[in-house]
């Protein structure tokens, strides 16, 4: 990251801008940075500028106690700010929370994207589920054990034991461990881990809500509920993408999109 910036409450932001053409913040997810989003930004440049960054405590970017979900839609209010007052945002799963949270605040936005907000409410047992894991995250990061946290995370994606497993032996460990505490952060986001009905209906701007067609029918169920509830949403599914979707397919959809 190239450039800082500073919220309101005083953190350091770190983010990079690319391209030309109408702003575009992307807002990565759980145990991601700036980077994970980076290659997505690299398919928008030719018609965009791209906005990466690092959200507070992660990365380069700073961070300040207590921890609140106003304080990262004042983020991005510095960031809209940073690059010229006028942005679109992207967010990618439960950083697409966090964005539509910032719409429904009322931050000046031109437009909204998000891919596979992961809201439970299609998913059976989603809401006890979501309890039960913010009840462990919560004890397991008091505890100062960050390892934990993260193989809960993992499992609450639904990855394999022995994928878990295999990624505690990896040199990226290190790295997921890191940013731990974070975890905390977009639980936060998310809530209960259901479709805030109410702060959807608030959105003044046109929403575009992506899924992946090999995603499973819950995601889709929940990014079509999201098209459904915002005044101005459209649904779109991408065939043969899952939740961790190519940036070179989302890429030219958002691009048409944002530049529509």
Excluded: N
Aim: negative net charge.
């Amino acid at each position: 990251m190239d450039k800082m910036t500073t919220s309101r409450d005083g953190t350091a932001l770190a983010y990079e801008v690319s391209g030309r053409g109408p702003a575009v913040i992307l807002v990565c997810g759980a145990m991601s940075t700036g980077g994970t989003v980076a290659p997505l930004a690299e398919r928008l440049a030719d018609r965009c500028t791209a906005v990466v960054y690092d959200r507070r405590g992660r990365g380069a970017s700073g961070d300040t106690a207590p921890y609140e979900v106003a304080r990262e839609v004042e983020d991005l209010a510095a960031l809209v700010d940073a690059v010229g007052g006028d942005a679109s945002l992207f967010g990618v799963s439960s950083g697409g929370a966090l964005v539509l949270r910032a719409a429904a605040s009322g931050l000046p936005l031109r437009r909204v994207a998000v891919y596979e907000v992961p809201y439970a409410d299609g998913l059976a047992g989603g809401a006890e589920r979501e309890a039960a894991y913010k009840e462990a995250l919560t004890e397991a990061l008091a505890a100062g054990r960050r390892g934990e946290a993260v193989e809960l995370f993992l499992r609450l994606t639904g990855l394999a034991e022995e994928m878990i497993q295999g990624a505690r032996r990896s040199p990226m460990w290190a790295g997921m461990e890191a940013v731990a505490p974070s975890l905390a952060y977009d639980d936060t986001v998310m809530g209960d881990g259901l479709l805030p009905r109410d702060r959807l209906a608030a959105v003044s701007v046109p929403v575009l809500s992506v899924a992946g067609g090999a995603s499973p029918q819950w995601m889709r169920e929940a990014s079509r509920a999201v098209a459904d509830t915002v005044p101005q949403g459209t649904y779109r599914v991408l065939q043969g993408q899952t939740h961790v979707v190519e940036p070179e397919v989302l890429g030219p959809v958002l691009a048409d999109y944002f530049t529509a």
